[in-house]
């Protein structure tokens, strides 16, 4: 039993079959063995061990039969099959044979082969399995088992195991019988199943014809009753299963003939006595009877293979019967898919849809294609758009899996050897057997032909194809291969249902313009849908036999002259002779369209033209249906029987004319012309109706039948239209491909909606209203909003306002529209309708809008011409002609526009507050749209008709498409750029299959989007999901030539689809070099504004209609010449853009003239309508996609795609610049902001790192210094320190410029848009370089000049000490030797007395003090004179320096030097004086912060100190005054004057202060204690070493620790702080600008808001203090960073105490210099405290040691109980490094503010090149007011800058100046407009607020302001402030 064999094997079965499981699957699908559904589920099983035991167990489930089957499969697989494995019933067959058959030279026993034939028939008549096996043609049993067993190795490459070609009976037996299964002809098999089912089991009694689901009934034909005496012979007729061959053969005489056409067979004729009919013939009753043998005698059995290229009389002897076929049998090849033999037999046809086994075939066929998985699951149009490895490739297939993709990716790229089935080299590599059998016999050279049977037909690719793509796929494919001038399908056969299907919808997409001659003379032309064009038609069919091919006579006739197409596939082209499986019966359809040239034209007006594949007795429906709709039929053929002459006898009263082509070659001419005329008297023909072929050539018939075409479209024939024919088809029982539910339903509901429009213009003025005025009045006051071109006299912010409310009331009139009921059921038919409806609807919108239009535009254009003619010169009745012209357009883009429109009315209502979102009812709208984008739709980005962007409507569309992607929208942009009418829509629909509207009638306007999916496998490689292909309108467009700002519109679109792209085509036609030059200066233009703005896309020049091979060699020069253009444009665009710098094309962006510029022939190959693309074209495309793609590949590592959000940011900013009329300083991104911010953070963070390495080195230093002698600071130690220092800061630099390298190289998100500030942050990295060195160098020089002023009081000091100690020394030995011991108060007494006398016999030298004021006006006084006698004069008169020091500095009137204006105005007076009071305060805190930092320092004066501070005074009069405020000599004398006094006095208590600390005797009274308590502990000879140890740590480690903590402690919190969660609000300026405005709302102090605009330093420095201290006092971090930074000290000392060189000291002396020079970089110790330590100390050094270690912990508690003792901000008075100054760099940045409203800068880094601030004010909060009102100013600086209002102040000498030319004054800074109306609304709120107070603050009247600031709110505020630091 196979069950139980399969059972017991399994393991032996599986492990046999795991190296091939995919072969077996096949092998088990095609033999029906699994189901559709089962095969894919197995195939998705990716481990092979497991796909083949479940595999088993199905086939198991199957029962004994299946079991059976597939172990008989096997065996014919493979070779070496174990036999005690095979089905029990074969196993004695295979071991007889072995036995007696071991070389295979002697056949077989007769029973045993017959055995094997019947078994092998048998199970190979499954109807699942429509392979069959090959035939073989190896003498003997063995032979015949392996041609069996090889021919079924490979499924997919029926080449693999060819036969050989020998001779032998038995083996014309074998091939009779298995040479129907052919897998390289499976429709060999399918005329021998009646036979088979003669001997079939009871069990199979399924495959019968009766059972047969899939068979069809036919219709009979006329005529069948005459068939030679037998009952009616028709292609659906059953001969009976059990005739004898006789019979058979007796019955199969007359039955058929043969058909050259149908590579399914050709038919002998009526006079081949012995011709065998596969209809006829039994197998299993005719073994000694072989029919043929080799390939073509078994295709003259099969009727299946039309022209063999093998022939019988070359390969083997023949039988008597055989003989007289291939004699009998015509010499010649027949044409289309004709495989011939060398004998010229030929074969009868059948077809696959006349017999059961279509299906079969069809399985067949889609099993070798691997394409059976798309007959549930169609294949969509979008499958085959996703970007993939496989799709850029060069698709030469190689095997017949590679056909289907290399048809459709060659058409969708226009490629005319699209239909080519040939296979590239080393395709065949299982084909070399036969080469290398005949290379070891020495045959090298053979007459036999290469076998072509290996691949497949063309037509039967397009049909699989078509029969396994959907609607819209099929739609594609037709309408390339009509751009191909491919003939199409009409009727396709019926393959995978009961009919024919008429291919209606695929071709509802086409649209042809042709120029009949009757428009010749007025030249007009006509354009509409090839489907609705009325036209003659007429058929082709062939009858029988014929030697010439039809279809290239077809071909010859439609091919102009000198330019040859083939538009029918014939037998001459590659691969047009290999054999037909499921193409006969299709019925194929090509036009011809006149250009209007009479002379080059071959027929006047068009004509359609259809050529049925196959013999019309076969396929006599489609030859009913083509008779019908034809005007003429021509019938080929080469003689006529009986037979026929009774088939066309019932066309008699046809109207149809009938004529007849024959082939002066043909048999039986007599008979066949005597019949003729009598068909002539039936069917009313005439002589013209016969065309003979000559022998000669096919010209003289080709002249004939163009002639006769002529005459018959010159007759006024019956004319029908494609879809008029559909009408016929669905009477004669055809099936039309959109009669389904979903073809009708959405056609019902696009009726609906079409019915109502008749003129297009009043239909888009009634249903679309939102679109008509509204929306471009709207687009206007957008763009007005920004540009204020129109502001006239009223102030900016009114006009503002003013033009706010005008877009409300015209949102307003939007949303109270109501849906015209047009919209309605558009509405409903796009969101109600399932998706395939949804899909049809809005194909069948298209194609009713698009005929609309067309007709609309048809009738203007011709209705123009007249008035052309009739007015003449009056240009208003044509202007307004032209306009409805421009308004007649009308497609889906106008209905999505529509609803986009309702969307945004709708969003604003709710946006001000006019209706609740409740209320809303399009909140669905933008999901369907994103959707259609999904379908592969293109969606509008820019409304052409306004030259404006739904902005909201796109955004939220985009926005739900991010949604609906799962997030994963990382996506490449590329765009396309040039002239109108130049091919940019057909380029990308060419290079990436897209829909982009062309032909329908008008050009693109605007911009349309479309997005392409990319392969999951390529997602990583191009580094992006999606690619975003824009299409835009063409530039330098005809009807907007005459608009003023034409080039202003062009510039716009061309500046905005740049911005947005990451590649740009710039395409070009070679014909206008002036258009080129116009197109050129555009985009550099564009070009030039993406480089400001940090954005540099890739720029591909495409130039089309150079077709030359050399044109890229030649055009060398040109591209030199290109290249300087493109300098000399960008240098002229840079003036525009009012750029400074000199620039070159190559400073914008990366442009290699070699690699980027592209030559394209020209589209058509020769003159359209009749020209077919250009294969150059799609080949130059193709290499252009394959090279951007590569492109993409390398870039996107260093430039991350954006992603959806990304793109819509990108988007808003971009066209809210391009409103404006300056772009490059109205460019706002919240991603460059972003980008910005982040790496002001980044490069803040390497700022501190660098500052705190310095601070901590500074401080090391310091200290050493302090622990140096005097003496030992000689002249190299600054050297030293100074080369120290600039290695220090070289390596600190070198790194920091590596980190913004590598920040810039890690790929971080959007880096690149930033890349223009890169050179700001590294001129500050330079700049704080700079400032360190300085502030280091000068550290270390005021250490060294500390330390050195030290030298003669420490001499002293030393000299005083010594003489003391001896003092002290000689009274021990005294009281030592007095004879009563003196108790401790007697001691004292007698240390005091001596201390007295001590003191005063020593020479005390205290410094002198100085009269630093003195000093300090001395040095004034130098300074001042050379300044001349009025100077003197004043100095003169000038009180005491000391005298200014509580003075504050006021502003007089006599300071300023008015004469220098022509008028001393008031508000001149007030506005200098404002100036000048604002520059002496901040001169004034200059000085007195560098003032605070010397006498912080702790040192005595240096007189150098008063000449720095003269330099910074002179420095900072000569940057700030210089050149704008004339001010008078006392200004400066006065100001010194004021400055100096107070740097008097605070130096001159500094110097008191040092001498006061440094007083000797001051110094030795605080080292009196501890010169007692020494002396007390030698008198009472007290163990002193742990008293000593003691007072070391109390009286020098202790301060020390302290003093270590006031340098440490400072710096230790910046980096805790910085590292907190609070730290992001001083990562940035913008962050802390946010953090501070919003603080400042919640509060709503006044006064807060007063400091913070009038003094901002003042204000940030105290804000920072106070949330300093807030920060530690909530979270009592203090402690914990005194604790730590304490325990590092501590650590050291510990570790220095413990070191080798302390612990082997041999004196306390030694260990504590030891201790010392170990901490000399850490601590100061104080030398008077150590030298009393030492004093008389004769401690063991261990014990000292030990003593020490037991007092640190004390130690360390007492610090840290000193310092938690001060109260949390007097700890901050401690640090001599300031945490709140470093913070405040890090925030307050240069300083700088507005000139107009006084905004600080936000600029990161120090040295930046310009100032901007993100968010302005109005100008009265900065102290500005009108000169005669007195009230404050409330316009925005960042509105005044783009209206036509002036300013004048210091800086422009008073003169009026227009805002917009600010930075000629203020050239720094960059004021860029609100990016929105609401920008502001954070100031406007407070201004509004405080309106009153401000006023009296800055002693003005208050603001009359606009209306609408007084509705804003708080939230609104905050709201604002939010978007623009974009902190959402």
């Given at each position: 039993m196979a069950f139980e064999t399969i059972r017991r094997g399994r393991e032996r079965l599986i492990t046999l079959l795991l190296p091939t499981p995919d072969l077996v699957l096949d092998e088990a699908a095609s033999l029906g063995l699994v189901t559709e559904e089962e095969y894919e589920a197995l195939e998705k099983i990716s481990e092979p061990r497991e796909r083949i035991r479940r595999l088993l167990i199905k086939i198991q489930r199957k029962g004994e039969c299946g079991c059976e089957q597939f172990l008989a499969c096997l065996q014919i697989l493979f070779p070496d099959f174990p036999p005690d494995l095979q089905p029990p019933a074969r196993q004695g067959v295979t071991q007889t044979n072995e036995a007696e058959n071991p070389e295979g030279s002697e056949s077989s026993k007769k029973t045993a082969q017959e055995n094997l034939e019947a078994d092998v028939t048998s199970w190979r008549k499954d109807p699942e399995n429509p392979e069959g096996g090959e035939s073989c043609e190896k003498t003997g049993q063995e032979n015949l088992e392996a041609a069996l067993t090889s021919g079924r190795n490979d499924p997919e490459n029926p080449n693999v195991g060819e036969s050989s070609e020998k001779a032998g009976q038995e083996n014309l037996e074998a091939a009779l019988t298995l040479g129907r299964n052919d897998p390289a002809d499976p429709e060999s098999a399918v005329p021998h199943e009646e036979n088979d089912r003669g001997n079939a089991k009871p069990e199979d009694a399924m495959f019968s014809e009766k059972n047969d689901p899939e068979k069809m009934e036919e219709p009979k034909m006329p005529g069948d009753v005459l068939s030679s005496g037998e009952r009616p012979v028709t292609p659906t007729s059953t001969t009976s299963l059990m005739k004898s061959r006789s019979e058979t053969l007796e019955a199969a005489l007359p039955s058929k003939k043969i058909d050259p056409e149908s590579p399914g067979g050709a038919r002998p004729s009526e006079k081949d006595t012995v011709a065998v009919s596969c209809e006829g013939a039994d197998a299993e009753g005719s073994g000694n009877h072989p029919c043929c043998g080799e390939e073509g005698t078994s295709a003259a059995v099969k009727g299946n293979l039309e022209d063999s290229d093998v022939s019988m009389s070359e390969s083997r002897p023949q039988t008597p019967e055989v003989a007289m076929v291939m004699e009998r049998s015509g010499a010649e090849t027949p044409e289309d898919s004709a495989s011939v033999g060398r004998s010229g037999a030929e074969t009868p046809e059948t077809s696959p849809s006349k017999v059961p086994g279509g299906r079969r075939a069809l399985k067949t066929v889609l099993s070798k294609l691997k394409l059976r998985k798309f007959r549930s699951r169609k294949l969509r149009l979008r499958d085959l758009l996703e970007i993939s490895p496989e799709s850029l490739k060069d698709w030469t297939p190689h095997a017949l899996v590679d056909l289907p993709w290399h048809f459709l990716r060659k058409l969708m790229a226009l490629n005319g050897t699209a239909r080519s089935t040939s296979f590239g080299q080393g395709a065949s590599d299982e084909d070399t057997s036969e080469d290398e059998e005949g290379g070891v016999r020495g045959d090298v050279f053979s007459l036999r032909e290469d076998d072509s049977t290996v691949s497949l037909h063309p037509l039967d690719v397009l049909c699989a194809v078509l029969l396994c793509s959907d609607s819209f796929l099929q739609q594609e494919i037709l309408s390339k291969m009509s751009m191909c001038q491919f003939a199409l399908p009409l009727l396709l056969p019926a393959l995978d249902s009961p009919r024919c299907t008429l291919l209606l919808w695929a071709m509802r997409d086409i649209v042809r313009r042709w120029r009949p001659h009757s428009l010749a003379e007025s030249r007009g032309f006509r354009e509409e849908s090839l489907v609705l064009t009325p036209m003659p038609t007429v058929s082709f069919v062939r009858l029988g036999s014929c030697r010439f091919s039809k279809s290239q006579l077809l071909n010859e006739v439609l091919s102009p002259a000198q330019q040859h197409h083939d538009f029918f596939v014939h037998r001459d082209m590659e691969s047009g002779n290999v054999p037909r499986e499921i193409a006969d019966g299709l019925v194929e359809i090509a036009w011809y369209f006149p250009a209007g040239q009479e002379n080059l034209d071959l027929f006047p007006e068009p004509v359609a033209v259809t050529n049925l594949r196959g013999d019309i007795e076969?396929?006599?429906?489609?030859?009913?249906?083509?008779t019908e709709i034809s005007s003429a039929v021509f019938i080929i053929t080469e003689s006529i029987s009986e037979r026929e002459y009774a088939l066309f006898s019932s066309l008699q009263g046809s109207t149809t004319q009938y004529y007849f082509i024959l082939n002066n070659q043909g048999q039986n001419t007599e008979e066949t012309l005597a019949l003729l005329n009598k068909l002539a008297l039936l069917l009313?023909?005439?002589?013209?109706?016969?065309?003979?072929?000559?022998?000669?050539?096919?010209?003289?018939?080709?002249?004939?039948?163009?002639?006769?075409?002529?005459?018959?479209?010159?007759?006024?024939?019956?004319?029908?239209?494609?879809?008029?024919?559909?009408?016929?088809?669905?009477?004669?029982?055809?099936?039309?491909?959109?009669?389904?539910?979903?073809?009708?339903?959405?056609?019902?509901?696009?009726?609906?909606?079409?019915?109502?429009?008749?003129?297009?213009?009043?239909?888009?003025?009634?249903?679309?209203?939102?679109?008509?005025?509204?929306?471009?009045?709207?687009?206007?006051?957008?763009?007005?909003?920004?540009?204020?071109k129109d502001q006239r006299d009223v102030p900016p912010e009114d006009y503002r306002s003013q033009l706010r409310e005008r877009w409300l009331e015209l949102r307003r009139q939007q949303n109270q529209c109501d849906l015209t009921s047009g919209m309605v059921k558009f509405i409903s038919g796009i969101g109600q309708l399932g998706p395939a409806e949804k899909h049809h609807f809005l194909k069948w919108m298209k194609f009713h809008l698009d005929g609309i239009a067309r007709g609309n535009l048809s009738r203007l254009r011709a209705e123009y011409r007249e008035k052309c003619h009739a007015l003449g010169d009056d240009a208003q009745q044509l202007a307004e002609l032209d306009g409805l012209i421009s308004a007649s357009s009308l497609g889906l883009e106008h209905f999505m526009r529509e609803l986009g429109q309702f969307y945004e009315a709708e969003w604003s209502m709710v946006k001000e507050a006019k209706m609740g979102n409740n209320q809303r009812q399009f909140t669905c709208l933008p999901g369907i749209a994103a959707e259609l984008m999904l379908e592969g739709f293109?969606?509008?980005?820019?409304?052409?008709?306004?030259?404006?962007?739904?902005?909201?409507?796109?955004?939220?569309?985009?926005?739900?498409?991010?949604?609906?992607?799962g997030g994963r929208s990382r996506m490449l942009v590329l765009t396309v750029l040039g002239v109108q009418s130049t091919g940019k829509s057909t380029l990308l629909n060419t290079m990436f299959g897209l829909q982009f509207a062309v032909s329908s009638g008008r050009c693109t306007r605007g911009a349309f989007m479309s997005l392409i999916k990319v392969a999951e496998t390529f997602q990583q490689d191009l580094g992006c999901d999606f690619l975003l292909v824009i299409d835009t309108e063409g530039l330098k467009a005809p009807e907007l030539a005459k608009l003023e700002d034409s080039y202003e519109h062009d510039n716009e679109l061309a500046t905005l689809v740049i911005g947005l792209s990451d590649i740009t085509i710039v395409n070009m036609a070679m014909e206008n070099a002036t258009e080129m030059k116009d197109v050129l200066q555009i985009v550099v233009h564009a070009f030039l504004r993406m480089e400001q703005i940090g954005h540099k896309p890739n720029c591909q020049f495409v130039h089309q209609n150079v077709s030359d091979v050399s044109a890229h060699e030649q055009n060398m020069r040109d591209r030199k010449h290109l290249l300087e253009q493109l300098d000399e444009m960008t240098r002229a665009a840079a003036r525009m853009e009012k750029q400074s710098r000199e620039m070159k094309f190559s400073d914008i962006m990366d442009y290699d003239p070699e690699k980027h510029s592209w030559y394209i022939p020209g589209l058509w190959h020769g003159v359209p309508p009749m020209a077919p693309v250009n294969m150059g074209y799609s080949e130059s495309v193709r290499e252009l996609k394959k090279y951007l793609c590569e492109f993409m590949r390398h870039r996107s590592p260093h430039r991350p795609p954006k992603d959806i959000p990304q793109f819509i940011e990108w988007l808003g900013s971009l066209w809210n610049a391009v409103k404006h009329e300056n772009f490059i300083f109205s460019f706002r991104n919240s991603l460059v902001a972003e980008a910005y911010t982040q790496l002001s953070v980044k490069f803040s963070e390497w700022e501190w790192e660098f500052r705190k390495e310095m601070h901590l080195w500074i401080s090391k230093v310091e200290t050493t210094i302090q622990n140096q002698s005097p003496d030992n600071l000689g002249p190299g130690t600054f050297e030293k320190l100074r080369l120290e220092v600039h290695q220090l800061l070289h390596d600190g630099e070198q790194k920091m410029l590596q980190n913004l390298q590598t920040y810039f190289e890690s790929g971080a998100g959007n880096l690149h848009l930033v890349e223009k500030y890169r050179e700001d942050f590294l001129r500050s990295t330079t700049f704080l370089r700079h400032e360190l060195e300085s502030y280091l160098l000068c550290k270390s020089e005021e250490a060294i000049r500390i330390q050195k002023g030290r030298s003669k009081i420490d001499h002293l000091q030393a000299r005083y000490m010594k003489t003391i100690e001896g003092k002290v020394d000689g009274l021990l030995r005294q009281c030592r030797e007095r004879e009563k011991e003196l108790n401790e108060k007697e001691l004292k007494k007698e240390f005091a007395k001596m201390w007295k006398e001590t003191i005063a016999e020593l020479p005390l030298e205290s410094l002198p003090l100085r009269q630093i004021h003195k000093d300090i006006h001395y040095h004034l006084c130098k300074d001042l004179e050379n300044r001349g006698s009025l100077v003197k004069q004043v100095l003169h008169q000038a009180q005491s320096l000391l005298s200014y020091r509580n003075k504050p500095f006021r502003i007089k009137k006599e300071y300023l030097d008015l004469v220098w204006y022509k008028a001393a105005m008031e508000f001149i007076t007030q506005q200098c004086s404002r100036e000048l009071e604002e520059f002496a305060k901040s001169l004034v805190?200059?000085?007195?912060?560098?003032?605070?930092?010397?006498?912080?320092?702790?040192?005595?004066?240096?007189?150098?100190?008063?000449?720095?501070?003269?330099?910074?005074?002179?420095?900072?009069l000569q940057q700030k005054i210089g050149g704008n405020i004339r001010t008078s000599a006392s200004f400066e004398v006065d100001l010194k004057l004021h400055i100096l006094g107070e740097a008097a006095s605070a130096f001159q208590q500094m110097h008191e202060d040092f001498l006061k600390k440094n007083d000797p005797q001051r110094r030795l009274e605080e080292l009196r204690p501890q010169y007692f308590s020494t002396?007390?502990?030698?008198?009472?000879?007290?163990?002193?070493?742990?008293?000593?140890?003691?007072?070391?740590?109390?009286?020098?480690?202790?301060?020390?620790?302290?003093?270590?903590?006031?340098?440490?402690?400072?710096?230790?919190?910046?980096?805790?702080?910085?590292?907190?969660?609070?730290?992001?609000?001083?990562?940035?300026?913008?962050?802390?600008?946010?953090?501070?405005?919003?603080?400042?709302?919640?509060?709503?102090?006044?006064?807060?808001?007063?400091?913070?605009?009038?003094?901002?330093?003042?204000?940030?420095?105290?804000?920072?203090?106070?949330?300093?201290?807030?920060?530690y006092r909530e979270t009592r971090g203090l402690g914990d960073l005194e604790r730590a930074v304490l325990a590092t000290i501590m650590k050291k000392v510990q570790d220095a105490l413990e070191s080798s060189e302390c612990?082997?000291?041999?004196?306390?002396?030694?260990?504590?210099?030891?201790?010392?020079?170990?901490?000399?970089?850490?601590?100061?110790?104080?030398?008077?405290?150590?030298?009393?330590?030492?004093?008389?100390?004769?401690?063991?050094?261990?014990?000292?040691?030990?003593?020490?270690?037991?007092?640190?912990?004390?130690?360390?508690?007492?610090?840290?109980?000193?310092?938690?003792?001060?109260?949390?901000?007097?700890?901050?008075?401690q640090l001599q490094f300031q945490p709140q100054d470093e913070i405040f760099k890090r925030v307050f940045g240069c300083g700088k503010q507005c000139p107009f409203c006084k905004v600080p800068c936000e600029a990161g880094g120090s040295d930046h090149k310009e100032h901007f601030a993100s968010v302005h004010r109005p100008q009265g909060l900065g102290r500005f007011r009108e000169e005669i009102s007195k009230r404050l100013v409330y316009s925005l600086c960042s509105s005044d800058v783009v209206s036509g209002n002036s300013f004048r102040s210091l800086f422009t000498a008073f003169q009026w100046q227009p805002y917009k030319d600010y930075r000629r004054f203020f050239p720094t800074w960059r004021i860029q407009p609100d990016p929105s109306i609401s920008a502001s609304d954070y100031w406007k709120f407070i201004f509004r607020k405080f309106n009153s107070q401000f006023a009296r603050e800055y002693d003005a009247l208050p603001a009359n302001l606009p209306p609408d600031w007084k509705k804003l709110t708080k939230e609104q505020a905050l709201q604002s402030i939010r978007e623009a630091f974009n902190m959402e």
């Open positions: 076969s396929h006599w429906l489609q030859f009913s249906f083509l009313d023909m005439n002589k013209s109706q016969l065309l003979v072929k000559q022998k000669s050539n096919s010209a003289e018939l080709v002249r004939k039948l163009r002639s006769t075409l002529r005459g018959i479209i010159s007759s006024s024939p019956k004319t029908t239209s494609t879809r008029d024919m559909a009408g016929t088809a669905r009477e004669l029982g055809i099936q039309v491909d959109e009669d389904g539910g979903a073809y009708r339903t959405a056609l019902e509901h696009v009726e609906e909606i079409t019915a109502e429009i008749q003129d297009v213009a009043k239909y888009k003025k009634d249903v679309l209203r939102l679109q008509g005025d509204l929306w471009r009045n709207l687009a206007k006051v957008e763009k007005e909003l920004c540009r204020m293109p969606m509008e980005l820019i409304d052409g008709d306004a030259s404006n962007i739904p902005l909201q409507w796109v955004t939220d569309v985009l926005t739900q498409l991010h949604a609906k992607l805190e200059e000085c007195r912060r560098y003032i605070g930092q010397k006498v912080q320092s702790g040192g005595d004066y240096d007189q150098t100190y008063c000449g720095e501070l003269l330099w910074i005074i002179n420095d900072m002396f007390r502990d030698l008198y009472y000879e007290k163990d002193a070493c742990q008293k000593r140890a003691f007072d070391f740590c109390d009286q020098c480690l202790r301060p020390a620790l302290w003093d270590y903590m006031k340098k440490r402690l400072g710096i230790e919190i910046v980096d805790d702080f910085l590292s907190s969660r609070e730290s992001i609000e001083y990562g940035s300026r913008s962050f802390f600008q946010f953090t501070v405005q919003k603080k400042l709302l919640e509060e709503m102090n006044f006064d807060n808001y007063v400091k913070y605009i009038v003094d901002y330093e003042g204000f940030v420095k105290s804000w920072i203090q106070t949330r300093l201290f807030d920060h612990k082997e000291a041999l004196t306390v002396s030694e260990f504590l210099d030891h201790f010392c020079q170990a901490m000399c970089k850490e601590l100061v110790i104080s030398k008077d405290s150590l030298e009393v330590i030492l004093f008389m100390n004769t401690a063991s050094v261990g014990q000292f040691l030990a003593d020490i270690q037991a007092f640190l912990p004390q130690v360390e508690e007492s610090v840290l109980s000193g310092w938690e003792e001060l109260a949390g901000d007097m700890v901050f008075t």
